[in-house]
Structures are given as structure tokens and as C-alpha cells.
Nanobody, 121 residues
Framework: QVQLVESGGGLVQPGGSLRLSCAAS????????MNWYRQAPGKERELVATFTSAGANTNYGDSVKGRFTISRDNAKNTVYLQMNRLKPEDTGMYYCNARRGWVDSLIMDYWGKGTLVTVSS
């Protein structure tokens, strides 16, 4: 019964902020790498941010560096994405992803259903 449930999306004006949440259950959250992806209409899905399990490393897509911050609370099985200084081009469906790998194989790869972010005046 693996679940990833995103929340926090909505309509916001350019320059505004939103905080997305992803509540996870059904797997060992602390052992998983957590990712946020997004997909704009008519465009390919892109990786926005990563928070790894081992080493607690974070990585960001070039378009969001300095504006977005990924964090996680293993005690709450939740990963967050704080989005500041939002731009219209940030508009899209944001997806939470949980992933574990071993050598060249995936142990697990789970996806949420997404939450919509619209940045517009």
C-alpha cells in the first residue's frame, strides 16, 4: 500500500511563494531518495529537486536554483518543496517521486499523482 500524496499547489502571482508537501507511506522513507519533478503542458517532465538518503545531498535543476528548496522530515515521512520568487514558467504539474537503487537496478520507483501549480497575474 505505497502512497505518495502531494498537496499545496494552487494559483499564485509572479514573485509569490508556495510550499508543496508530499506525504509518504508504505515503504521505508528514510532509505529512499526523494525527488520533485514537474511537467508543463506540451513539455517533457523535468527533474526539479532531489534529496538523497545517503549523505543527505540536495540537487536542483538549473532553472530553480536559488529559488526552490527541498527538505525532508524522516520522522513525518514527508518531503517538502519551498518555492519562492515564482515565475510564470514554473507553471505545471508537480510530482513527488521516491526511488531506491542497487548497482544498476532499481529497487523501487514510486510516483504521486501530482499537484497543480499555476503562476499567473
Amino acid at each position: 500500500q505505497v502512497q505518495l500524496v502531494e498537496s499545496g499547489g494552487g494559483l499564485v502571482q509572479p514573485g509569490g511563494s508556495l510550499r508543496l508537501s508530499c506525504a509518504a507511506s508504505g515503504f521505508t522513507f528514510s532509505r529512499a531518495d526523494m525527488n520533485w519533478y514537474r511537467q508543463a503542458p506540451g513539455k517533457e517532465r523535468e527533474l526539479v529537486a532531489t534529496f538523497t538518503s545517503a549523505g543527505a545531498n540536495t540537487n536542483y535543476g538549473d532553472s530553480v536554483k536559488g529559488r526552490f528548496t527541498i527538505s525532508r522530515d524522516n520522522a513525518k515521512n514527508t518531503v517538502y518543496l519551498q518555492m519562492n520568487r515564482l515565475k510564470p514558467e514554473d507553471t505545471g504539474m508537480y510530482y513527488c517521486n521516491a526511488r531506491r537503487g542497487w548497482v544498476d537496478s532499481l529497487i523501487m520507483d514510486y510516483w504521486g499523482k501530482g499537484t497543480l501549480v499555476t503562476v499567473s497575474s
